[in-house]
């Protein structure tokens, strides 16, 4: 008897909640199932599953026991794939990006990606937490901003601009500020990041926005900017649509900082796996240009796209 015999049964069971259901995933019966678990019970010497007519459910030695089963099996998974069928992604790929870049740019290229790619399950987590790939099981993040985990492979797939702007409404009585310090005595809509970024001479220069209103949401900033609330910053997929019909207009211009990179994050050790380095490089491909189509700079302009066309 292997010590790996009843494993792959008592994973599928305690992800299905249900033997019958964990015996249809592997394609087994469900006699089959009972019997390897009641075995590995024996073997372990240790009740994994509180049994019920109705409900199976994992016992507090069960979930320790799960959680580095699925882990180990994940990683035997993996290693079969790597070196058995190294161009053919397959098994189950966990991506995380934060909420709006994931619905608009990054679900859509995992998408088409998927589809490209029979053999592989796709799982993606939108969130604005900062997520440890290593700890909770992910396979790739998309993230802006500076990466110093160790643990962490980094590879830039594409950049954004970073736009200062207020509605006219707001602009009339309360004028434009002409430095960034100048910001000080203005209203500011803080969104989810908590500085503003700036390139005075060539240094980087930092404001720390304050004002009535703050929402984690792009959207709900850029609604109040539009109203006349007060300025706010944001990656220029937020603000384009709105100056070029003139709602909102461009400020501190002359100081605008550098494109913000964006990076497909993956732990060291799955950097090597078809399903990761192929994801990787089809955002490299794909992400740039969704994020930045070629007419963008004319958006800059009000008036220059016709009426109707699309960021």
Same mark, same amino acid.
């Given at each position: ?11 599928s069971v305690a992800t299905a909640g249900s033997f019958t259901r964990g015996a249809r995933a592997l394609g087994v019966s469900t006699t089959h199932v009972s019997r390897s678990i009641m075995a590995l019970e024996q073997r372990v010497q240790a009740l994994l599953f509180h049994r019920t007519t109705r ?26 794939? *790597? ?9 189950? #790929? ?34 604005? @937490?900062?997520?440890? *790939?290593?700890?909770? /099981? ?32 707001? #602009? ?48 709900? +900033? ?6 006349? #609330? ?20 461009? #400020? ?16 060291? @050790? ?5 399903? +990761? ?10 992400? /740039? ?23």
């Open positions: 008897m292997s010590n790996w015999d009843g494993i792959d049964e008592f994973i409900t199976v459910r994992l016992t507090d030695t069960g979930r320790v026991f799960f959680e580095r089963c699925e882990r180990i099996a994940k990683d035997r998974d993996e290693a079969i794939a *790597l070196i058995g069928e190294r161009s053919e992604p397959q098994g189950e #790929l966990r991506v995380t990006c934060s909420t709006a870049m994931g619905e608009r740019f990054v679900a859509p290229i995992i998408r088409r990606f998927a589809m490209q790619h029979p053999k592989l399950a796709v799982s993606i987590e939108l969130s604005n @937490r900062v997520i440890d *790939l290593v700890g909770e /099981g992910f396979d790739v993040a998309v993230r802006t901003g500076t990466v110093n985990d160790p643990r962490l492979i980094a590879t830039r797939v594409a950049s954004r601009t970073l736009y200062t702007c207020a509605a006219p409404s707001y #602009l009339a009585p309360a004028g434009r500020p002409a430095s960034v310090e100048a910001l000080a005595g203005h209203e500011c809509i803080a969104g989810s990041a908590s500085t503003w970024h700036f390139k005075v001479d060539g240094q980087e220069v930092i404001h720390r926005p304050k004002g009535r209103f703050r929402c984690n949401s792009g959207h709900a +900033v850029m609604e109040a900017c539009i109203s006349g #609330l007060g300025i706010c910053q944001l990656p220029d997929f937020y603000i384009l649509p709105y100056l070029k019909h003139g709602m909102v207009e461009l #400020l501190l211009e002359d100081v605008q900082p550098d494109d913000e990179p964006i990076w497909a994050v993956y732990p060291q @050790r799955r950097h090597l796996l078809p399903k +990761v380095r192929q994801v990787v490089d089809c955002l490299l491909r794909e992400l /740039g240009p969704a994020m930045n189509p070629p007419r963008r700079e004319e958006a800059i302009r009000p008036g220059a796209w016709a009426e109707g066309s699309g960021i």
